[in-house]
């Protein structure tokens, strides 16, 4: 198998020959190379611990150090004052009072057997506390109108400092266009004035880094007025004289390093004080330019070569001008113009060229060192210098070393060091073999074979597993060995192997490519829209290639910032769900879900939308300020994704609810300004709110106040109310006007009544509470009444009149023709005559009716009286009454009644009610159960209603089906039992059983029952009767209990209720009869003791039988055979049940 590409790789000058030199392997030998030192200028500031020089290098061997001060040797180690550390040539030097001794250049030098490489020189400076010389300086004398410097010389120190004129108790000098301070710290006077005479002109100086200021000892300046001369106006006047320039001297050139600060300096002396203007010849001065010092300062921060060229500048007065020219020349520090190479390895035999090319300007110079030592103290036959480079030919081991070029000219220095070994060596590969790549399909994938060797190895890359080309458009083999394959597809997974070799030997590594799936988005997020303080949501679900699950990264950013490195505090997530808890309006913005492996990766974003209430409007103003309205405007602030639907405004005063704010008026969200009306005398301010979906925003700030002048009252009071609670006066109220309605002080009303259709004069009173009561007036008359409001400022508007009547009294007569219809045996009509107004002396409320039963027809007795009563309101004059007693005799009145109270009664009337149908039997049993009978046994219902005169029992199959109806008349009303012959054997039977009377027959109860085989009727017989007995004998012997409980409590004065009304009954021709009035039924105010209650209940599981008995009426009786006639009530069995629709009736 033969490889199909291969690649010569060029180590010298390809793939490790660059800026950051070579890499070795870390067995091969090494030239020392600086990775950490000190360079530039180092002040030993007085707040400084100590002061550090640094040298660091690299090399193998490991490189030794040593340094020079000032070009001669300088050993650390020899000095116990100096902090040393051992693993490098890093030296401290402690801030002390001998750290002057150390002030000067430093190098260090790193050294090992192969060469020594130097570092850039780095300047110890101590500065001394600059000093002010000690000097009495004689006053300096002028006359008026002269000019004149104050020299201030300041004493040298470190950069920054700042430069001031003051007087001894510290006020600064004044500086204008006649007096200023230039560059050099001298104080410029253009002309002088008297006023300009003082004994403490003081110069300071601060130096910021070491935090001093000096003060030159006080000058004294006099200023002579100028002698009394008078000119042709009479005026004395001081001779004027043109401009002339004080600084500068002369014409100069000024040198600067570019990117520095440009400063030209112009101050003129003159009478009157000269201008000061700036011109680039030629040109326009630079947009970035400044012009400072009231004119005598030119700035340019930031040099280019743009800014050199020709300036003046031109002082000017009324009498002429002065002008003066700068030659301004850009420099530069040196600048690599081909930065050095740091490392070569070249073969042996070889050429070496080092090159070394800088510009600057000044041009720099270039000087070559070798291990530190100037070149020409190494000679060599085979070495040529030219200008910017070295040419080493048929290079040999001996020319291995740190080769050092400096470029430098008057603003600066630059060295570099190139470290040349020179060697041969077999191919060694760097990259580790056996690696194992993976890709997508599609993507583009670079496997490495990097090499170390000297000369140059010959790569070949060829396919092992399967075997195959790496010819073709897809593959590429790059300078550094690598093989890069475009467009993955799946053949190209398998084994390929480098073959690196050169003169000195061969070495190879074998790699493997794998083809993965793609890591996909399944589920991206969606854009959304939250409500700010709920939680959001957003769902990113990812497919990946199963070998890259547990590998796989899921990152969430947020406007392209990762949330969880910096939004942590609300910001959740799990298994691809990000979670944000109480959303504010900063979450929202872009959402992106990247989900990553090693080897590829995908993306989805998503926005999130945060509604919110509104910010408040902005902007408040008030305009068309009249005495009663003005026009509040305002501007809508944000709306926080959720449009703005109204504008609220408010309103506070600060006299009757101070800091309540009202609301006033509500308008669209298209206004942005609405007029307002306004009460009188109210001091008022306003704020508007703003609404939409989400909610209110919070008040804008309140607008200024505006108080409005005093006015009579707009309106008079509404709601007038006129009532009678005593017979013989009238109370009159009202709704009071509301505070702000007062429109001004002294807020009172004249009430004014007068008897309707009698008087014609009014009756008036001025009260200031809002009720009034008339006293002795007839009883209930009509009257008429108005009330109108009254203020210090005037009347309201005539009021209007309204009509009320004065106090009722009880009415005095009863309603006539009550006439009564019965309907049936539970149902009445009961009609009336209204009653006359001139009886009713009040309004009418409406009338109630009352009855009670006085007799039951059925036993005779009389009963004791319970009435109930029914109310119709209204004028009516007819209503029904239900739920009476069948068979029974009652009474009935009735009478009007009003808001005072009830009326007499009319006279009783008596009625009776016709028979009903019997309520359904308490119980039934089947027992006796034989091969073809069955017998019935059953107790008779407790509400006969009417004369009982038998039973209906019917019965059929209920087997599968249902089988035909049988009936029985039993026309005896006093039989309890019944046995029924003719039944099939094993059949079940249901039985139902209904009392009767003449009216009809009641509501059924039933029972269930099965036929036996014949075998077990024998059996059966003697027990059945024995069991038949024992049930009679329990029966009455419970029923004679309950006798003796009902003598006991009638003996006790007790009542026996029908039945207990819980609920007041409506009137029933409101409801039934299709009347519109409802009525209401009460019960007297005697209220009857409710029954004694026993429960009769069926034991499923045993033969024996409990019976419990409930009586309601007053009796309690047995026939005169001795058997049980009374009521049975809360009987429960699983058996029965309504029959043909007929619910049990209830008492």
Known sequence: MRGLRSLSVGLLSAFFSTTFGLFFPPHVEQLPTITVQTSGSLIALPYDENFLFKCEAKGNPRPTYRWTKNGMDFDPHKDPRLIKEESSGTFVIPNNKDKAKYQGKYRCYASNKLGTAISEEAEFIVPMVPKFPKEKAEPVVVTEGDSVVLECNPPQGIPPWQLYWMTNDLR????????????????????????????????????????????????????????????????????????KMLVPYSHSTTHLKKGDELELECIAEGLPTPEVEWIKMLDQLPKRSHIKNFGKLLTIPAVTELDEGKYMCKAKNDLGEDVHHFNVVVEEPPSWQEEPVKSQLAEIGSDIHIKCSATGKPQPTITWKRNGQPLDDFPSTNRKVLDNRIIILGAEQRDTAVYQCEASNKHGTLLANTNVLVMNHPPLILTHNYLEYATMLGKSLMMDCKVFSSPPATLNWRREDPEGSVDGE????????????????????????????????TASITTELFIKDSTRIVEAPQDMKVKRGLNAELECQVECDPTLRRELEILWLKDEINILSNFSERYFTDDGILQIVNVSNNDQGNYTCIVRTSLDQDTASAYITVLDVPDPPVQLTLTDLKDRSVRVNWAAASDHNSPITEFIIQYEENHWEPEKWKELLRVASSQFSAPLTLYGHINYQFRVIAVNAIGRSRPSMPSERYKTPPCAPDRNPENIKIEGHLPHQMDISWEPLLPVEHNGPGLEYKLSYRLLGVEDSWKEQ???????????????????????????????????????????????????????????????????????????RGHLGGYTVHWWQTQSLLTSKRIPSERQSLTIPGNRSHTMVLGLKPFSEYSLTVNVFNRRGNGPSSSPISFTTPQGVPEKPPILRATNFQKNSITLVWAPPHETNGFLTGYLLQYQIVNDTLGELNSVNITAPDTTQWVLHDLREENSYEFYLRACTQVGCGSAISEEGITIPEALSSKQAGGTQEWFVGMMCAVALLTLLVLIGCFVMKNKGGKYAVKEKEDSPADPESHGMGEETPGEYSDNDEKPLKSSQQLFRDKEDDSSEDFSMTSEDEDCEFNEDGSFIGEYSGYKRRESTEVNGHAPVTS
């Not at 083999?477 to 394959?485: R, T």
């Open 766 to 840: 001025m009260v200031k509470r809002h009720l009034f009561v008339v006293r002795d007036t007839p009883t209930f008359v009509p009257y008429e009444v108005k009330i109108q409001a009254f203020n210090r400022h005037g009347w309201a508007p005539e009021p209007r009149v309204v009509t009320g009547y004065s106090g009722e009294d009880l009415p005095l007569a009863p309603p006539e023709d009550v006439s009564v219809e019965v309907l049936n045996s539970t149902l009445l009509r009961v009609s009336w005559s209204p009653v006359p107004q001139t009886t009713l």
């Open 474 to 505: 897809r593959y590429s083999l790059l300078k550094n060995g690598s093989l890069q394959i475009h467009k993955v597809e799946m053949e190209d997974m398998g084994q390929y192997k480098c073959l690196a070799s050169n003169s000195e030997g």
């Open 172 to 243: 600064h000098i004044e500086q204008n266009e006649r007096v200023s301070m230039g560059l050099n710290g001298n104080l410029y006077f253009s002309n002088t004035v008297v006023s300009d005479s003082h004994d403490d002109y003081c110069c300071f100086a601060s130096f910021f880094k070491i935090r001093t200021i000096v003060q030159k000892p006080r000058m004294v300046l006099r200023v002579k007025p100028m002698n009394s001369t008078e000119g042709d106006d009479g005026i004395r006047s001081v001779q004027k004289r043109k401009p």
